[in-house]
Structures are given as structure tokens and as C-alpha cells.
């Protein structure tokens, strides 16, 4: 072990998290309707799959695009050669247009600010590399995204201090928390950088309100450090309240061209949008020339490939299949999260008010053997190694409060929706089946228990009047006597 890095060999990855644990087991085996039905139903993966069907039908379509030809000839040649880092132009503006429409086009966005990396992962990981140093610290709010403590904290040394929220204000960010969190950064000596969030929520599925936006603007105004923007679920805001950008909050305060508006960074991908995680393209969107230049250079060690740029630039600047696109994306994914989010209310299990991303916030609280983090476990395992569920427990996620659970429903088809949800329905009533049996058992219980008292009573008096009435063919029992022998010598005598 000594020939490897201390970064080889230390486990920060995250990867013991039960979030990945989840993965595994998945894994090790996997659902499938035909070959293997009693499987495991993956439900801890936010992937997009709902509209895939659309996707295929435009490549079909566009076969320039598919097979790396201009106007029918080919640029094999051009694509397979060595490119700049700053990404192909063309594919850039597609990308900011994107953005700008899946906002409203309440902003727009300058192709020039764009960094490009391979997801979102190495783009939150290379925001973390240009604005802090190791052992410096971001704030994160309460319930994130298990996989930062990977993508922000591993290979840069970055710590990451939580933001505790809680359901009594639906995990919304506070004024008070925040601060909380900035004083015990202070006091393990550590130097914040800056604030992380991702809006649209992952896991929770929400959108935050401008009141929580400029509340955090306001709070990296006073402190002077950098605020992180993910937005990777911006596109998949199905229903009220609308997606409000951090660079809309901007606009409105005239923060432009201050040194906060070069402070708000933003992340972007398409892996949830477009459902194309495969494609590994992500962006940093920033209004600081000094991170922008010092991203490009990073960006060498993930870059995307000219032939998915070239394809995804035809596709980006086809808006009339875009436009069809999101509105059919966002049809479905509502439709889903309705179906998940109903049939759980009929198990007995609610789920947190969403408007967004792939995956809901779910409260079993009240299937918890006592409010800590180790019944949340053993739940957890109970619906993973028997309900046959891959879900991601809130303790993954940092969540304070035990008994919350992130479960996704956009990666899979309808049929395998229900019988997840039937799967649920089925582990509650067993649940509650055994609870009742045991509170009859209880009830049971404290009736013969009375039961013996009374007849104990009962003896007692019989030996103090033997002395005094005609013989009684009773015999003193002590009091381990059991309950049956006790009524029948009782019944004797009488």
C-alpha cells in the first residue's frame, strides 16, 4: 500500500455510501419482465428515459447527423482529428439558445461563457478546482445529491459543510441555517468559498422560490464568496411554480457587471433534459473571464467529442423538434410522478409536494421501529434484499431527519411503475398486519394478566377463611402457578 497515493487508498469517494451500496445490489440482480421478474427494480437511478422513443425517430430523420456528413458528404476526417478545447462554436450557441429557451428566454446566455466538460460531474468537480483550495469548504443545503461528497470533495480536498433543513418548511433554505452552517465552518477553521445548490432540487424536486434566491445572493454578497448553481433539472419542470434561474435573480437585482454577478456560476448538462447521460456533455456557464480560462485548461482532462457535439448541434438547432421535445418530456414525466405519487398515497405513504426532476422526496417516517438512522437502515435493507426496490435512503443524501427516501420513476416503463408500487403496497400491509397482530398479542396479554390478579385475589380470600368455614378441597398455589391450573382448582372449590 505504500507504493499508492494516500488519494488511491482513502475511502472519501463515497463509494461505501448505501446510495452506491444501492447500485450494487441492483446490480448482483437485476428486474427484467421476462428473464428475471423477481429481480430487483432499480429506483435509486434519476435517469430520463420517458422519451427516448422520441430521440430515435429524429436520428432516423437526420441521417447528416447520425453519420458525421455535411450535406450528404462525409467530415469523418474532420471530426476524428484533434480539436481545440473551447469545443466546436457551432455546437456552443446550440447549447446557450437551449438553455435560454428552456427558461423562458428570461435570459440568455453568451456562447463565450460557456466551458464544456464531460457531464455535470466534471464540471462541478472542476468549479471546485478553479474557486477553492484543499481544505477550504462549500455550504451545501440539506438534502444533496450523494454523489458530491465524490464529484466536490475527492480528488480536490474540498470540505463540504451541510445546510441543515428540515420538513417543517418543506426543506426550504433559511436565513438561520445557513448561518448556523457558516459558524461551523468557522469553528473547525475552515475557509468557505462558497455555496452549492441545485435547483431544481435533487433529491427533493423542487424549484426554489426567488424569496430562498435572493436570500443566498444577499448572504454571498455579505460574506464575499462564490455561489454554484446546478441546474441540471432545469428542463424538467412539469408544473407550477416555473424554474427560476439564478441569472434571472441577477438580472432583476442589476447585479450585472458587479462583482457578485462574477461570483454566481451556473452548471449545466444535458444527461436529465434530453435523457442523454451516456453522451457525458456538461457545461460551467460563468460571468468570470479568470474561471472561464482556467476551466478551458481543466476541461483537457474530460473532454467532449467532436462527433457528439456535431450531432447534438444539428439537434439543438432543430427548435421545432425541441419545442415538441420538452413539451412532450415534461406530459410524461408528470403523468409518472402523479402515478407514483398516488398509488404510494394509497400504501399509506406521502410523499413531499414536487414539480420537478425525476425522483420524489418520500416520507416513511411512520414505518421507522423508532426515529433513528439505524431503523432507516433496516428498512432500507428490508426493501431492498426483500421488497426487491433499489431506493436511496435520506441519510445518503445528509437528510437530519430519519425515515426519508429518494425514489426515482422516470427510468423505467409504466408496467414496471405499478409493480414497483404494488411491491410497496404489498411490504405495508405486512407491516401493518404484524403491528395489529402484535397489538392484539399485547392486548391479550394485559387481559390474562388482569385475569390472574383477580383470581389471585380470589385465592387469598379462600385461605383466610379457611380457618373459619367448612373445609374447602382448595390447595394454596404459589404465584408462578399458571393461569389455566389457577381457574380450574378455583372452579373446583367453588
Not at 146 to 157: A, I, K, N, Q, Y
Request: net charge positive.
Amino acid at each position: 500500500m505504500g507504493l499508492l497515493s494516500r488519494r488511491a487508498t482513502c475511502n472519501t469517494h463515497g463509494q461505501d455510501s448505501s446510495y452506491f451500496q444501492g447500485w450494487q445490489e441492483y446490480k448482483k440482480n437485476p428486474y427484467n419482465e421476462v428473464n428475471n421478474p423477481n429481480g430487483i427494480i432499480q429506483m435509486g437511478l434519476a435517469e430520463n428515459q420517458l422519451c427516448l422513443d422520441l430521440l430515435e425517430p429524429w436520428l432516423m430523420k437526420n441521417p447528416d447527423a447520425l453519420g458525421l456528413k455535411r450535406d450528404g458528404i462525409s467530415i469523418f476526417k474532420e471530426l476524428a482529428l484533434f480539436q481545440d478545447y473551447n469545443g466546436f462554436p457551432a455546437f456552443k450557441r446550440a447549447l446557450v439558445d437551449f438553455m435560454g429557451e428552456i427558461r423562458g428566454n428570461k435570459v440568455s446566455f453568451d456562447p463565450n461563457h460557456v466551458v464544456l466538460t464531460a457531464g455535470a460531474t466534471s464540471a462541478n468537480e472542476t468549479l471546485m478546482f478553479c474557486l477553492a483550495d484543499q481544505g477550504d469548504a462549500f455550504l451545501l443545503p440539506t438534502p444533496y445529491y450523494p454523489g458530491f461528497d465524490r464529484d466536490l470533495r475527492w480528488r480536490t480536498g474540498v470540505e463540504i459543510v451541510p445546510i441543515h433543513c428540515t420538513s417543517s418548511n418543506g426543506f426550504k433554505v433559511t436565513l438561520p441555517a445557513i448561518e448556523q452552517a457558516y459558524r461551523q465552518a468557522q469553528k473547525r477553521k475552515l475557509r468557505v468559498k462558497g455555496v452549492l445548490i441545485t435547483n431544481p432540487s435533487n433529491p427533493l424536486g423542487t424549484t426554489m422560490a426567488r424569496d430562498e434566491l435572493y436570500l443566498l445572493i444577499n448572504f454571498i454578497e455579505d460574506k464575499q464568496i462564490h455561489l454554484i448553481s446546478d441546474e441540471i433539472y432545469a428542463g424538467t419542470v412539469f408544473t407550477s411554480p416555473s424554474f427560476v434561474s439564478v441569472m434571472e435573480v441577477l438580472k432583476d437585482r442589476n447585479l450585472d457587471q458587479t462583482q457578485v454577478w462574477e461570483r454566481v456560476h451556473i452548471v449545466y448538462s444535458l444527461s436529465k433534459d434530453l435523457g442523454l447521460p451516456g453522451f457525458r456533455v456538461g457545461a460551467i456557464y460563468s460571468n468570470d473571464p479568470v474561471v472561464v480560462s482556467a476551466a478551458i485548461k481543466m476541461s483537457s482532462f474530460g473532454l467532449v467529442s467532436s462527433q457528439t457535439q456535431y450531432l447534438l448541434s444539428a439537434m439543438l438547432f432543430d427548435k421545432k423538434f425541441t419545442k415538441e421535445y420538452m413539451s412532450e418530456n415534461h406530459k410524461r414525466l408528470q403523468k409518472q410522478q402523479k402515478d407514483l405519487v398516488s398509488g404510494l398515497e394509497k400504501a399509506g405513504i406521502r410523499c413531499l409536494d414536487s414539480n420537478a426532476g425525476l425522483f420524489c422526496w418520500v416520507d416513511m417516517r411512520h414505518l421507522l421501529k423508532s426515529n433513528t438512522f439505524e431503523a432507516e437502515m433496516e428498512l432500507w435493507q428490508k426493501i431492498v434484499y426483500h421488497v426487491k426496490i433499489n431506493i436511496s435512503p435520506g441519510s445518503s443524501c445528509h437528510c437530519i431527519e430519519p425515515g426519508w427516501f429518494r425514489v426515482c420513476f422516470a427510468n423505467m416503463l409504466e408496467s414496471t411503475l405499478k409493480l414497483a408500487i404494488q411491491r410497496l403496497k404489498s411490504f405495508v400491509s405486512s407491516i401493518a398486519m404484524k403491528s395489529q397482530s402484535h397489538q392484539e398479542l399485547k392486548s391479550l396479554r394485559r387481559k390474562a394478566r388482569n385475569n390472574w390478579v383477580s383470581r389471585l385475589s380470589l385465592q387469598s380470600f379462600y385461605d383466610r377463611e379457611q380457618d373459619t368455614t367448612t373445609e374447602v378441597s382448595f390447595s394454596y398455589r404459589p404465584h408462578f402457578m399458571s393461569l389455566s391450573n389457577i381457574a380450574a382448582t378455583l372452579d373446583a372449590a367453588a
